[in-house]
C-alpha cells in the first residue's frame, strides 16, 4: 500500500509544484510532464535491482568496494522501515529511497562490517571527521544509525522531507515495539564535488598557459558543491560532517563535465547528527524546502 496517504496535503502540493516549476524553466518546448510521485515501503519482491542501482550511484567510484547486493537483502529485510519513491506504482523501480540500518545490530555480518572499517578509513588523517571513530567503537557503548539515501538525477528535492518525517514515525513505532532502532546517533552517508580544472580547452600553448593560470584560482577556492542539497541543512543540526576523497579514482576531472568550462571530482560526504537533534533537523528540512517551493 502507498505511503502517500500519510503524507499531508501540503506537502504534496510543495513536492508537486516544485517539479512543476522545474519542468517549465528547463523545458526548450511547449511540453511540460507532470510527475506524480507515490511513497512506498520497500518491496521485497520488487525493488532489489532498483536499490542496487541507486546504491551503486551513492558510492559512485568506490561502489565495487562493498557487497551491494548484501546491503541491498539488508535493506529489504526491514520492509517496514524506510521509504522509495515511485511514479508509475508499487510494482515499478524506486526512483529514489532513504533507509537506516542499525550498525550495531549488523557489526558481524560482513557487508556491514565492510562499511564501518570504511568509515574508519576515511576518518582517519581527516580533521573534519576524526571523531567519528569514537562513536563506531563497539565498546563506546553508542547506537549508529546509518542512513542511506539516493535518487534519480532529475528527482526533486522536496521528495526527500516526507522521506525523513515518515523515518522518524516508523523509528517511534520500532521502538515502541522494542526493536532494535533507539539510535544515540545518525551518520547519514553522502556525496559532494568539486570543481577542478578542465584538461579539454588547452588547444595550444599560449591559451593553455593563460587558462592554466586562470583555472588555478579557481581551483584554489576548493568550494563545496552538493549532489543532495538537503544535506546543507542537515549539518546546521550536526556533531561533525565532512568530505572525503573516495579510494578509487575516476578517469579525471573531463569524466563527468557536462555543459560547463570546469570538471568536477566527486567526494564522499558524511554527517554525524546526535539522535536528540534529529527531529529538529527533520524539521528543518520540511521548512527549507517548504519555502524553496513557495519562493
Keep these: 500500500m502507498a505511503k502517500r496517504k500519510e503524507i499531508e496535503d501540503e506537502q504534496m502540493a510543495d513536492v508537486e509544484a516544485a517539479e512543476s516549476s522545474s519542468e517549465e524553466s528547463s523545458s526548450d518546448d511547449d511540453t511540460n510532464m507532470l510527475v506524480d510521485f507515490e511513497w512506498f515501503d520497500p518491496q521485497p519482491f520488487v525493488d532489489f535491482h532498483g536499490l542496487k542501482t541507486l546504491l551503486r550511484q551513492l558510492f559512485d567510484v568506490d561502489a565495487q568496494l562493498f557487497d551491494l547486493s548484501a546491503l541491498t537483502e539488508l535493506i529489504l529485510a526491514q520492509p517496514l522501515l524506510g521509504s522509495t519513491v515511485k511514479v508509475e506504482g508499487n510494482e515499478t523501480d524506486p526512483y529514489a529511497f532513504l533507509t537506516v540500518l542499525n550498525l550495531h545490530e549488523h557489526k558481524d555480518k560482513q557487508a556491514i562490517q565492510s562499511l564501518i572499517d570504511y568509515i ?33 538525477i532529475n528527482i526533486p528535492s522536496e521528495v526527500i522531507p516526507p522521506m525523513y518525517k515518515m523515518l522518524l514515525e516508523e523509528i517511534s513505532w520500532a521502538i515502541e515495539e522494542k526493536e532494535p532502532y533507539n539510535f544515540t546517533h545518525y551518520l547519514i552517508l553522502s556525496k559532494t564535488y568539486q570543481e577542478v580544472a578542465s584538461l579539454l580547452d588547452q588547444e595550444d600553448d599560449i591559451s593553455r598557459k593563460h ?5 588555478a584560482g579557481k581551483k584554489g577556492s576548493s568550494e563545496t558543491f552538493y549532489f543532495h542539497p538537503e544535506d546543507k541543512v542537515l549539518q546546521r543540526h550536526a556533531s561533525l560532517f565532512g568530505s572525503y576523497e573516495y579510494t578509487r579514482q575516476a578517469g579525471g576531472p573531463d569524466s563527468k563535465r557536462a555543459f560547463q ?3 568536477i571530482k566527486p567526494e564522499g560526504h558524511m554527517i554525524l547528527i546526535e539522535a536528540i ?6 524539521k528543518g528540512l520540511q521548512d527549507y524546502f517548504g519555502q524553496s517551493s513557495d519562493g
Design 120 to 152: 574508519k578509513t576515511k576518518a582517519t588523517g581527516n580533521a573534519d571527521l576524526a571523531q567519528l571513530k569514537g562513536p563506531l567503537d563497539p565498546a563506546s557503548g553508542f547506537q549508529i544509525g546509518l542512513i542511506l539515501t539516493e535518487r534519480l
Design 211 to 215: 587558462k592554466k593560470q586562470k583555472k
Design 261 to 263: 568550462e570546469l570538471g
Design 277 to 282: 537533534k534529529f527531529e529538529a533537523a527533520v
